[in-house]
């Protein structure tokens, strides 16, 4: 099985950064596409950022110009810098990893359980 853990998360003043950081471990042959969601009480949940295995990078409109997708492939892990950050801002963050297990068993989604992140004054 895979697992995703999710850390770095927590309550930052309006402007200030956060660093959130998304490790995989498990049976995994190689890590396809990473990325980030999240999800704000009462709406659904959005893509912040993803990237893929070269390091082809997308954001969300939103986000974009204040956030900072990158992943180390030696240690599985996708990070997210976040800077001016903004209290819409506030919400769960997902991470979400593409999988292969085998040669047989390929391109398998996997949600880690989040970390909370709140901008409030």
């Known amino acids: 099985q895979v697992q995703l853990v999710e850390s770095g998360g927590g309550l930052v003043q309006p402007g200030g950064s956060l660093r959130l950081s998304c490790v995989a471990s498990?049976?995994?042959?190689?890590?396809?596409?990473m990325g980030w969601y999240r999800q704000a009480p009462g709406k659904e949940r959005e893509l912040v950022a993803d990237?893929?295995?070269?390091?082809?990078?997308n954001y969300g409109d939103s986000v974009k110009g204040r956030f900072t997708i990158s992943r180390d492939n030696a240690k599985n892990t996708v990070y997210l810098q976040m800077n001016s950050l903004k209290p819409e801002d506030t919400a769960r963050y997902y991470c979400?990893?593409?999988?292969?297990?085998?040669?047989?068993?390929?391109?398998?989604?996997?949600w880690g359980q989040g970390t909370q992140v709140t901008v409030s004054s």
């Open positions: 498990g049976s995994i042959l190689s890590i396809n596409a």
């Open positions: 990237i893929t295995e070269s390091g082809s990078t």
């Open positions: 979400l990893a593409n999988v292969n297990l085998s040669l047989w068993r390929l391109g398998l989604a996997y």
